[in-house]
């Protein structure tokens, strides 16, 4: 069936509607006989040098994607294996979005692709082998964003949001031009938020879908270059082009909480993550260096995930009023050291008295790296140079983290059965 396009500039094509998801077999036993993508049957060539096109996190980061110039590969983070590969005949994708840990994934083809352009996604179920899915656009795709119940697909200047049982056009969202693709959502069943650029420099635009509600913040002064939110949608963490500073922002109101500061050259972030109990935030940026910084942001109890849901509407796992900001920031916390002359502050430069990170590791400079946090004080590193590092921090004091793990996921023998 394809639904024709009325006022957006992309058409949809659904084979036999959604499927319910299974979960992808941790054991590698679904990586056995090759699927099919349309006509083309994914062969792996081993003499073929596979280059890697993308890297991106799953949802709750206990996973990655890798895009090649063959088709794509899909790791576990821990332990770290490789779960399965797709490798084409017509190319690679240069855009991997998986959903949770569930057989669906979203792809979008690489430039060099000859049967899938960088102009349509894919929703494709590896479970059944095939496409259930697609939507085609006019111009190239630069993101692709899943939830349990929606699809959002990122294009130059619009954002298109669906339905992703029956592929409805939910909503349209104009930003300014958006090459890397940024944006970015909540994933908590009970609240649906989006963070994407706004139509003016610096603006990040916050939709929380279920209050029916639109915040516009005035994060940065230049342009917006990186963006995070938690789980739940109910903070955000952003850098600018300059990338010297990263803020962090109460979604409900737009007030900034905290200012942690990278460094004092401008760089280009790659990404920023927030542990799952929002006590620590990291940073890559093209100067070499994963920074973790103490983030001063209270939580209610100590394990969000076992807090109450109801039923009426969303129920916020910080104490995030717009009345008592005073119980969104941690009195005795703030842990970043900060320069020794910032008693000075009122009369020297904002430079001295900024928050630096806790705790750092070094990575090769001339590589694009993501990184996100593991479990009991790890943080997970993963480079386009196809390099997987899991390191760990002392909580306590910081300083230079240790390296416990190292993987090259691009050389032969990864994928174990």
Known sequence: MTVPSSTMSSSVSTSRGMLPSARLDAHGSNSGTPGSFGQSVPEFNDTDETGLLSVSWNQDHGCF????????????????????????????????????????????????????????????????????????????????????????????????????????????????????????????????????????????????????????????????????????????????????????FNTMDGTRLQEVRRGSDNAEIYSIALSPNVQWLAVSSEKGTVHIFNLRVRVVGEDSSNHSITAQGPAPFYRNSSNSLDALISPNAGANPGSSLSFMKGFLPKYFSSEWSFAQFRVPEDTQFIATFGSQNTVIIVGMDGSFYRCSFDHLNGGEMLQQEYHSFLKKGHLES
Not at 157 to 171: A, S, W
């Open 65 to 248: 994607a890798a895009g090649t110039t063959h088709g794509f590969r899909i790791y576990s983070c821990d332990p770290f294996k490789e779960i399965f590969r797709r490798d084409l005949k017509s190319g690679g994708f240069g855009i991997v979005e998986m959903l949770f840990r569930s057989n669906i994934l979203a792809l979008v083809g690489a430039g060099t692709n000859s049967q899938y352009p960088p102009s349509k996604v894919i929703i494709w179920d590896d479970y059944e082998r095939r496409c259930i899915g697609e939507f085609s656009f006019r111009s190239d795709v630069r993101a692709v964003k899943l939830r349990r119940d929606r699809i959002v697909v990122v294009v130059e200047h619009k954002i298109y949001v669906y339905n992703f049982t029956d592929l409805k056009l939910l909503q349209q969202i104009e930003t300014l031009a958006n090459p890397r693709g940024l944006c970015c959502l909540s994933h908590h069943s009970n609240t649906f938020v989006l963070a994407c650029p706004g139509l003016q420099r610096g603006l990040v635009r916050i939709e929380h879908f279920g209050l029916n509600m639109t915040k516009l913040i005035k994060a940065h002064d230049s342009h917006v270059a990186c963006l995070t939110l938690t789980m739940d949608g109910l903070l955000l963490a952003s850098a600018s082009m300059k990338g010297t500073l990263i803020r962090i």
